[in-house]
């Protein structure tokens, strides 16, 4: 069947609801209707913003092959405490169900999960993972309208809920143009004067023995006299870098959280798994004579190649724990994203039967890349230096289906609650790190953040 236009396919999808809430009328199982029409192809991040839903859901991958715009909820597995992660994840896998793998639960963690939430994370809370109710998405095998219903609730007066939510579904995308906002206000938590106080703070203890590494973060904060439209912002950074990770979790109305990330937690597809190592940085040049003497600085930095090598070695005795086999790059490789480069390197594994998504969360977050090394010790020195709850930064942030699972780490990330946008990025602190020059570098990755708030 070709593809239809989106105002003909929200009959269609309205058509296939009706039967299938026939079918429920005699049957209590509980599961998750999946019902979709192939359309015509849309833009979903521009389809998105032109929604008037409060509930908004964006992810796509680094290379475009898949992404994903979602209204509203179907199902919510969430909470503000710690929990068990074995527990949560069995129930995520609960209602995924194999006919329909590209059905998943998109959502992630705070930071520190054993916290409970400030007050401007509450309503993403300690861990919150939803499937959209109603879905536009994009693969290799087209463009889809989806719509996603939960056969627990009561079926009459569900279907015409449904009902008005797809009728509410609007066709046309007319996009508002941006406009330039004034800027009443920035604070950086901590302050320069600050942050180089923490960075030797640290440096002093790792001069003593106590750690080899601390990641350290900062968070700008930026106040507008217009409110800042999440979904329009985060196109501009789309548009200003193509090999990220976007993900996009708007909880209402008034919080959103959106992110352009380089860095990949993990992603396992059956046994299969693929992780990477990213650390040390390095601005781009303006030329590509600048560009490649920037990388052979990265390369042959001491300092940076330490700095990653503890990524690396943390993250190899984790998978070697398990995987039953499994590749690493032998040579150290560059990736280069729109303003910054990094050092990179690859893992290849096939899992054991006992490991499942829950242990590689566990056991993976947070890499030496996000908290430092040894692990323990330097969340404690990050509690004592940062002056701010990280939330849902540097945390993992993805997508579970029923046999694919993929996690990104959400750094490059920002805050949005109307007019106060809060910027977040951290450093690798290790010895021969200099304060001035880290807080540089937090300027360079979040450069691009604020290039897109025309800053």
Known sequence: MDPLPLALAKQQLLDQLKNSFEELE????????????????????????????????????RNQEFKMAGVGIAHEVSGSQAADLSQLFNELYTLLDPNHPEMRYYGGFQFNRNSEPAREWESFGVYRFIIPQIELYRSGMGTFLVCNYHSQLNVENDFDELISQIEAIQPELTLSEWEERTILHRKDIPNKKDWEAGVVSALKDMNLGKYEKVVLARKATLTFNDPVDPVAYLLRLRRMSEETFNFYFQTDKDHAFLGATPERLFRRQGRTI????????????????????????????????????????????????HCQTLRVDEQVQITKLSHVQHLCKHFYGELDELTDDAHLVNDLHPTPAMGGYPTDIALKTIETLEAFNRGWYASPVGFVGHDHTEFVVSIRSALIEKERVSLYSG?????????????????????????????
Request: hydrophobic share 40%; glycine share 4%.
């Open 274 to 321: 693929h992780a990477e190592a990213i650390a040390g940085t390095r601005p781009r040049g303006e030329t590509i004579r600048d560009d490649e003497r920037y990388s052979q600085a990265l390369l042959n930095s001491d300092k940076e190649l330490r700095e990653h090598a503890i990524v690396v070695d943390m993250i190899k005795g984790v998978l070697e724990k």
């Open 427 to 455: 450093a690798g602190i290790v010895l021969g790190s200099d304060p001035a020059e880290e807080w540089q570098e937090i300027e360079d990755k979040i450069s691009k953040f604020l290039k897109a708030l025309d800053l």
């Open 26 to 61: 005699i049957s209590n199982k509980s599961r998750i209707i999946r019902c979709k029409v192939k359309i015509e192809d849309i833009a979903a991040m521009e389809w998105l913003a032109c929604q008037p839903f409060s509930v908004k859901t964006y992810w796509a991958n």
